[in-house]
């Protein structure tokens, strides 16, 4: 049995909200092959997108007005969420409605509903299983629905956090950019003699303690092949984690200031206004920042606002 964690103030979602169908959604039997033809103002399941190994649900969310080859945000959910969930629990669609770009909600095939982030197929590029059904519906959406192929963005909470490190080191060519919300390093929970989406102890725990060089190594290992430029990060983490030990923030700083070449120690460290008090930013150069939340467990709250800032869409 793969073992799973429940978290955050997710948890105290109501039960109905996490096994909802669609609200007020349009089910389809295939992927719309424009945007026109995605109703809009509402979450939509579609099929037949490309390569899904997993059979990974997908969802997407189109807003009444779409902004000129729009950017598409793909929106992530932790374990015991799924897309609905995350949907509801979110305002990345909502705020589509000011910004014009379109938002895929992938749905976890898996019991207990975290991603498959441990497989030797997840973690490298076009090697299968969830990482490779989430790409292939946004390369779908990129070839149909006039979707800019430089700004696509993941980001996700917990295990949706994981999902996303998965999804910038192994699909650089892809993400230009990817937040992560109290997830790891990309490759921490890598198991590959263990069942897809298993837990992994070690780094769940902040045991997993490798050098920037090492843990930059696991990402040019996902696509040996790969020389262009890396999607641009930020990571969050909170100081009371119990679940995704706060540990596995300072390893993801070490694997992405040695990818972009920057110092460990930031350029600039700032409590935003936007923040709570004890809420740290810290800087590393133009494509990477870390917040470190005081006192905060499993998970940060969502920022959705100050994401899109990040990415360029707000």
């Not at 923040?275 to 499993?298: C, E, K, M, R």
Request: net charge negative.
């Amino acid at each position: 049995m793969v073992f799973f964690k429940t978290l955050s103030f997710y948890a105290l979602l109501p039960l109905v909200t996490l096994v909802a169908a669609v609200p007020n959604g349009t089910p389809s039997s295939s992927a719309p092959e424009s945007v026109t033809s995605i109703p809009a103002s509402t979450l939509t399941q579609i099929t037949d997108f490309g390569t899904n190994p997993n059979d990974v649900g997908m969802y997407v969310y189109r807003p009444a007005t779409v902004a000129d080859n729009p950017p598409l945000v793909v929106a992530l959910h932790y374990c015991t969420g799924t897309a609905q969930a995350y949907y509801e629990g979110s305002t990345f669609a909502q705020l589509s409605e000011t910004y014009g770009y379109i938002v895929l909600f992938p749905s976890s095939p898996h019991e207990g509903t975290c991603w498959d982030v441990s497989s030797n197929e997840t973690l490298t590029h076009d090697g299968g299983s969830d990482s490779l059904g989430i790409v292939s519906a946004v390369r779908y959406a990129i070839d149909n629905w006039g979707v800019d192929s430089l700004r696509v963005y993941a980001l996700g909470t917990s295990s949706g956090a994981m999902m996303t490190s998965v999804l910038a080191g192994a699909y650089p060519d892809v993400f230009s950019a990817g937040i992560v919300d109290s997830g790891v390093a990309y490759g921490c929970f890598a198991l590959p003699d263990e069942p897809e989406d298993s837990w992994n102890s070690e780094c769940a725990e902040g045991e997993l303690i490798l050098t920037g060089e090492e843990w930059a190594e696991r990402v040019y290992s996902a696509y040996p092949d790969y020389s262009g430029a890396r999607p641009k990060m930020q990571v969050w983490h909170g100081t009371a984690d119990t679940t995704i030990y706060p540990q596995n923030f300072y390893e993801e700083i070490k694997q992405w200031t040695t990818v972009f070449g920057y110092s460990e120690t930031p350029i600039s460290n700032v409590s935003e206004s936007y923040l709570p008090s004890g809420y740290s930013n810290s800087t590393y150069g133009a494509n990477f920042q870390a917040i470190l939340a005081q006192g905060v467990g499993h998970t940060v709250p969502l920022y959705e606002q100050q994401y899109l800032e990040f990415l360029g869409i707000a």
